[in-house]
């Protein structure tokens, strides 16, 4: 939830990065969402679309690479990838499990101008 | 020209957090963030800990709700700090909303502060607001299947109570479904059951407040006797 504020703080990234580097028009943003993050792309676009007409944005587009949500099994030291919140170890079908990644919500990259 | 950047988008609220999370371990304050849907029982809960343990440990209370002062009102009533946030229409407390608040509170007189989120069973688990962890509530007659719908606030709390269950022989959850699919969800989640109407379960609750208290201000309790006895006491 949240697009429309989460696509506000991309566009804010987005101007810093113009403004440093002096260019002025973005082309391309790169995001890097973790799927515990709970962002909808196809939502996130839409609202980035809106935020940023008549900005040096404008018309820039959206690259969204979704990583997955990594663990550590307590019992056994296996680092997997959860693919449903209710996964167990597939090494040793343990349920107990650490988090290491997957809450990320970055701007990674920009191509401008 | 492609440039590489690596910047949190939700930076600046994270920020904020970490600056609470500082403030509050500096004073020695612990902090839970207290989230459900809305009328889960999260205010009768704080009214229920409020009266049985402020003479043992010192609670604050950080109210968030889009609008009124009905729930600040309520805590107030029971004799402790408290601060209402009125969020105007945001469906969650932020970092920022949560450090303006606790410029109210006089932190070194606060061992335990909860900060009551907007009743929302989405939107609070995304936002850190400087918390030590994050508890939920769900009640009986929200269903055995919400942990499936509503994973994420599941996921990211440590502690779950599960009230009113009083009114199970009147609804069609089953708690063992519940807590199974609770343990799917988070198996390291910490389950407590509980009916705040009919004060049943609650002794287990106290006792471990008192703990994570004691805990946090390193030290062994010095008044070892359970709630129980407190309570005879009185």
Redesign the interface.
């Known amino acids: ?2 697009e429309l504020s ?1 696509a506000q ?2 566009l804010d ?1 987005v101007n810093e ?1 113009l403004l440093v ?1 002096n ?1 002025s028009r973005a082309i391309k943003v790169s ?1 890097r969402i973790g799927k ?3 962002v909808e792309p196809e939502s996130l676009k839409f609202c980035f679309e809106i935020v940023t007409r008549n900005t040096k944005a404008e018309g820039s587009v959206l690259e969204i690479e979704r990583t997955p949500i990594r663990c550590i099994c307590n019992n056994c030291q296996t680092v997997f990838i959860l693919d449903e ?2 996964s167990i170890c597939p090494k040793c079908t343990g ?3 650490e988090v290491i990644s997957g809450s ?10 | 020209m492609k440039i590489e950047v690596v910047k949190d988008i939700l930076e600046a609220n994270d920020t904020i957090a970490e600056e609470n999370r500082r403030l509050f371990k500096e004073n020695g304050v612990l902090v839970f963030n207290l989230m459900s849907s809305p009328g889960a029982g999260k205010t009768t809960l704080l009214e229920k800990s409020i009266s049985t343990l402020k003479d043992r440990i010192k609670i604050g209370v950080v109210e968030g709700d889009i609008q009124t002062e009905l729930d600040a009102k309520r805590i107030s009533k029971k004799g402790v700090e408290v601060v209402q946030i009125n969020t105007g229409g945001a469906c969650h407390l932020d970092g920022n909303m949560v450090k303006q608040a606790i410029k109210k509170l006089y932190l070194k007189n606060i061992d335990l502060l909860f900060i009551e989120n907007v009743g929302n069973l989405v939107c609070p688990a995304e936002f850190r607001v400087g918390e030590d962890m994050k508890i939920m509530i769900l009640s009986i007659t929200e269903g055995d299947d919400k942990p499936l719908k509503y994973p994420l606030m599941f996921h990211e709390s440590k502690v779950l109570v599960i009230n009113k269950i009083d009114l199970l022989p009147y609804c069609d959850c089953e708690l063992k479904r519940l807590r199974q699919n609770a343990l799917k969800i988070n198996p390291g989640l910490n389950i407590f059951e509980m009916s705040c109407k009919t004060e049943t379960g609650l002794d287990n609750w106290y006792n471990w407040l008192v703990k994570k208290v004691e805990e946090t201000k390193g030290k062994n309790p010095t008044d070892k006797r359970n709630i129980t006895d407190i309570q005879k006491n009185r």
């Open positions: 939830m949240h989460i703080n991309i990234i990065q580097n260019l995001l515990l993050a709970a919140l209710d349920n107990s499990r990320e919500l970055e701007v990674v990259g920009l191509e401008a101008e």
